[in-house]
């Protein structure tokens, strides 16, 4: 067979093609368009050019000299394409059997109409071909090789943003529609649909007429082969026009309900209602008022006018052979517009983490990404050498659940860790209720100054809150190493050295004790405190309100989990304006006001009562803390590693003051490795809430904030270091290497169970716990003095342990238990009742206040599942006129205006939506 006989049919006898180029203010392109179309290996066999608005700038006179006048007609201002490709049509000199629709800002492959008119002509029922789209001015990325587009009316391609052209879709399909630009449609279609919708003058007219031929029993499709470069001036708003608020959005949903039959013409009606009201919220919440004005503009603009939609269905049907069902396959699945939604949440979140970046564009993102790896391209090397943090977080996973075994039930308690409750709606309960019995007796207290963050960050936990805080602990290591490294690019460009600093950061969170004795607290303060420093940093050198809200937000996270990180944060940014010279900017302090405004009153106390500063989330309990254990970065108390593997940090940055070049960052970082120091030596001398007699109040957040500071300096001497010569950089990074290795094997080897646990033991017999009894647990004997506590149930769940009655009830109940044990009668036994005491456990029956207790009456003996402990039941009904305490019936208004503040800071936080801006000023 010879080259001539391969060759399509059409070429013997070229069908009439008039090519229609419509131009609105195109100057800037046209002559790079002109010239591309003079040099078509095959010429359409007339030219018609159309110039809307002919007086906005002179594309009339460079079309009238490429053309010729008789070629050229104008339209006024405001035209519409499918308007002008009409006018240009009316005006051709004879009938045309394709039509060829152009844009002035389109160059044209010189071969693309014949690549065109060889698929169009290949089966009787192509109706319209397109070419394959590539971006001008990168002429290599890829715009689009047909369109479509999903039930919520977003255009869809099906490319990756910014996919470069490797030939990867290079093959002719079946498609739903093609782009205007270059559009090849049979004259005979076009006359029997009536051409592009004149109800769409700019934007998804390709689509609606894709979807009409589709309907009609025709098909559409793709030519690879022709190629066109596309500017995209009027989407990109690179064109001088005015747009219209909302103009594409209604344009989407125009065209979906206009073409969608029956049940689902009904069904997208309230989707798009109820869709863009979401989009509106979601629109005021990224702070985008002009898309949130759009929306409402295209919801107006659709409905108000059922006429015009019920006119366009009459067209529509009138021309439709073929059942919407049988044309399915050319649109997209129905989970895609919920992927890009969670693409933009990603992104979103993205953008709060490492605020440097805060432009989001709702692409689709890849797991590399929240790594925030550092990829190097050499397609010769292993995975794991061309993702070196990838490969070091995913090995601190895995070292992580190691470290873990005995705790893999997905839950965690511990002395100070009270377990989870059964469900995320008893932490809503706890917000709520105006009356919190869970700690043991009633009390009106305000709910602890965390569990907003609990409950709305538990809700993917629903039914199983206890997943948190095991994410937490068992997680804490990788996720404080990652927040790390991604302060520590802002910080260095030493790769190694920031990869060696990340580790020993996360795995001082394990050091200090924090994990294995279930200080949620500190472990949340340590994971976000590189955030911080992030947001606080980039506010000082280029302050705006967005990130001031981000300041107030991790600072009111890290605040309400462990206070005392308040007061480091505070003394550290002082001491870094003092040592800057600084005035602090406004919206600094606008972020600190606000992180202490949306804390709670429960919060606020502690300006009443320092001491409570070093209470943080769970239970008070304190620990013995040494002056050594301080220095060495650590809590004291079970759990903690050797103080001396911190010592060659300490070294590190007391060297790093040494090099001139980087010690004013240097010291900047000593400023706040003192500051926690010094709150950590100041919580030594704070007696503990709750725990062994004379021991101190918690300080592992302040000390593991000063090595952290003096890693952090000796990173920022990093490059002045390897200038130093080979021996020295090699012995210093040698020192740098003892913390995380020999902590890293400490915290494998020892793993972070004890005095964590998977399940807490109840403080009672576990009957009553079962039977939500509220005991009272009397303990020690007379002559020593008798300690006493209330449990309701197992105890209270996290959360609760905050919930207490006043001191002056407390008072009340003691003197009623002191008078029950030295001289019991009926008359305290009636006022237990009526506290709500439902029985009595004594540890150890062998004391002198078992045998008093036990002469009570109104006490009925009961068993017990413990040697050696006695437990009566009681058995008096409380009073008519029993005191249950309770707060004010606005307590629930009150914590919903809370819960408003926490919501309108993190909205505040969320950086804005990136948008083209680029329209010229008219």
Known sequence: MDEEEQLPAWRSSPPRVVAVLVSRGGERWLPQTLASLAQLKHLPAEWVAVDVAPHEDASGTLLRDA??????????????????????????????????????????????????????TSAEDIAVVGPKIREWPSLQRLLEVGRTITGTGRLETGLEPGEPDAGQHDWPRDVLAVNTAGMLVRADVW????????????????????????????????APAAVIFHAEASARRTRRRRAVPGEQRRAAVYTVLANETGFRFWWQSVRFVIGSLLRMIADLVFKDTRGARGEAAALRSVFAAPRRM??????????????????????PSAWLPYQHGWDVMVESVQAMVRPEAVQTLGRRSSSLD?????????????????????????????????????????????????????????????????????????GSSWPAAY??????????????????????????????????????????????????????????????????????????????????????????????????????????????????????????????????????PRELVAGVVAAALVAGPSWWARFLHPSLWWWEAGVPRGVDTTALDILGGLGGGPGTTLPWLSFGVLVLGVLALVPRASRYEVTVSWVVALSGLVIAAIGMFVPAVAGPPGSSAWSGLGSAIWIAGLGTAALLAAGEAARAGR???????????????????????????GPLVSTAEPTVPAYLADQDLRTLVVSGDIEDGVAIDVVHGPGPHLGQETARPTPEDRDDFAAVVARLVAEPSASPVQELADAGVEAIYLPDASTDAAVRISAAPGLAPAGSDRPGSRVWTVEVEPSDDAHVPEASAARPVLVGIWLVGWGALVIGAIPGRGRVEQEEEL
């Not at 008789?70 to 005006?91: M, S």
């Not at 366009?312 to 044309?327: K, N, S, Y």
């Open 67 to 120: 053309l010729g006048e008789a070629h050229v007609v104008d339209a006024p201002a405001g035209t519409g394409f499918g308007d002008a490709v009409r006018r240009g049509l009316d005006h051709a000199s004879g009938p045309a059997e394709w039509i060829w629709l152009l844009h002035d800002d389109a160059i044209v492959d010189p071969g693309a109409l014949t690549a065109l008119l060889d698929e169009a």
């Open 191 to 222: 006359e029997r649909l009536g051409g592009l919708d004149p109800a769409l003058p700019l934007f998804f007219d390709d689509v609606d007429f894709g979807w009409r031929v589709a309907r009609a029993g025709l098909r559409t499709r793709t």
């Open 310 to 331: 019920r006119g366009a269905r009459r067209d529509r049907a009138a021309t439709a052979t073929v059942a919407r069902r049988d044309i399915r396959h050319l649109f």
């Open 370 to 442: 929240l790594l925030d790896e550092e990829i190097v391209v050499e397609d010769t090397d292993r995975w794991y050498r061309r993702y070196p943090w990838a490969t070091t977080l995913l090995v601190l996973v895995l070292l992580a659940l190691v470290a873990a075994r005995g705790l893999w039930t997905g839950s965690v308690a511990s002395p100070v860790l009270p377990a989870s409750p059964d469900t995320v709606g008893d932490w809503w309960r706890d917000l709520m209720a105006r009356t919190i019995d869970g700690a043991g007796l009633p």
């Open 451 to 584: 569990l907003p963050v609990m409950a709305v960050v538990g809700l993917p936990f629903a039914f199983a809150p206890g997943l948190l805080p095991w994410v937490i602990l068992v997680l804490a290591v990788p996720l404080a190493a990652m927040t790390a490294h991604r302060f520590g690019r802002l910080i260095t460009d030493h790769r190694v050295a920031r990869m060696i600093w990340a580790v020993s950061y996360g795995l001082l969170v394990a050091g200090t004790g924090a994990v294995a004795q279930g200080r949620l607290g500190t472990v949340v303060a340590l994971v976000l405190a590189p955030l911080l420093a992030n947001v606080v940093t980039h506010t000082l050198v280029t302050p705006s309100w967005t990130r001031a809200a981000q300041v107030g937000l991790w600072l009111a996270v890290i605040s309400v989990f462990a206070p005392a990180g308040f007061l480091v944060a505070i003394v550290a940014i002082a001491g870094l304006l003092i040592i800057a010279r600084l005035r602090p």
């Open 727 to 753: 021996r020295i950089a090699v012995g210093l990074t040698v020192l740098a290497l003892v913390f995380p290795i020999g902590v890293g094997a400490w915290w494998v080897v020892r793993g972070i169970e």
